[in-house]
C-alpha cells in the first residue's frame, strides 16, 4: 500500500475509534448503559464517597476502555505506559472543569488523547498485528495467491 492511502486508512479508523461523533445515529444520538449516562458531577461525587458506587464507575471505565483495545485499530493497550491513577487523575481534573459533561464523552475524550501514546503490541510479542497477514500465528495457515488481500 502506497503511503498516502496508509495515512488516509489511519485517519478514517482514528476518527472511527478516537472520536465520539462518529458512533452516533442520524440524529445525532447514542445509547449510553449504566454509569457512563451519568454527568462527571455524579463522578466526583462517587469518587469522593468512595464505596459502591465508586467501584461502578471504575467498572464501567474498564470496560470502555477493554473495547477500546478491541476495536481501534492497531492497539494493545490504549492506556500505554500510563497507570490506572493516571487515568483517573486526568478524569477527575477533566470533570472539575467540565461538570455537566456526560461521562461517556469524557472518557471518550480520554481516550481521544490517550491513542497516540497507546501499546500496539503486547509487552511480551513482537510483530503485532501484522502477524495475521504473515501466517506465523500457530493456528493461522498462510494466505494463498487467492485469498491475499490485494493493494
Excluded at 494493545?76 to 472539575?96: F, P, Q, R
Amino acid at each position: 500500500m502506497n503511503k498516502s492511502l496508509n495515512r488516509l486508512l489511519y485517519t478514517i479508523a482514528f476518527t472511527l475509534v478516537s472520536s465520539p461523533v462518529a458512533a452516533k445515529d442520524m440524529d445525532d444520538q447514542f445509547a449510553v448503559y449504566g454509569v457512563g449516562a451519568e454527568n462527571c458531577a455524579a463522578f466526583l461525587v462517587a469518587r469522593d464517597q468512595g464505596g459502591t458506587a465508586n467501584r461502578w464507575y471504575f467498572d464501567w471505565l474498564e470496560g470502555y476502555l477493554s473495547a477500546v483495545n478491541t476495536a481501534a485499530s492497531n492497539t494493545y493497550n490504549i492506556l500505554g505506559d500510563k497507570s490506572v491513577g493516571d487515568i483517573v487523575s486526568w478524569l477527575e481534573g477533566y470533570c472539575a472543569t467540565n461538570p455537566n459533561m456526560n461521562f461517556t464523552n469524557a472518557v471518550a475524550d480520554l481516550s481521544t488523547v490517550l491513542y497516540e501514546d497507546r501499546s500496539n503490541t503486547s509487552p511480551n510479542k513482537s510483530g503485532g498485528w501484522k502477524k495475521a497477514f504473515t501466517g506465523t500465528h500457530p493456528n493461522a495457515s498462510p494466505l494463498s495467491e487467492k485469498t491475499a488481500i490485494q493493494p
